[in-house]
Nanobody, 120 residues
Framework: QLQASGGGLVQAGGSLRLSCAASGRTFSRYLGWFHQAPGKERELVAA????????YYADSVKGRFTISRDNAKNTVSLQMNSLKPEDTAVYYC????????????????WGQGTQVTVSS
């Protein structure tokens, strides 16, 4: 199971840090954060592999968001800086556990989502 936290309301230009705790002993080859704005499809924001040596960022968040993971604590975090109103969405953490998982998927375990609202 994945449990996301850290969402909230912030003004444009502000920062938030999302965290996601994974329970169980399933090995997560990749951990990722997705977001879904109202009326839009869920899209991948950032992803990180087991060792942290490979990361992926959507073009819209490059230079503003940083993904990290702590394997000892089974957590993945997303530091979001310089937030914009267009970052407003529900954010989901996800785990890719299959041997063929890449940063782009597949993701087979999902958290419940946490709301991020950025006011202008």
């Amino acid at each position: 199971q994945l449990q996301a936290s850290g969402g909230g309301l912030v003004q444009a230009g502000g920062s938030l840090r999302l965290s996601c705790a994974a329970s169980g002993r399933t090995f997560s080859r990749y951990l990722g954060w997705f977001h879904q704005a109202p009326g839009k499809e869920r899209e991948l924001v950032a992803a990180i592999n087991w060792s942290g040596s490979n990361t992926y960022y959507a073009d819209s968040v490059k230079g503003r968001f940083t993904i990290s993971r702590d394997n000892a604590k089974n957590t993945v975090s997303l530091q979001m800086n310089s937030l914009k109103p267009e970052d407003t969405a529900v954010y989901y953490c996800a785990a890719g556990t299959t041997t063929w998982a890449t940063s782009l998927g597949p993701y087979d375990y999902w958290g419940q989502g946490t709301q991020v609202t950025v006011s202008s």
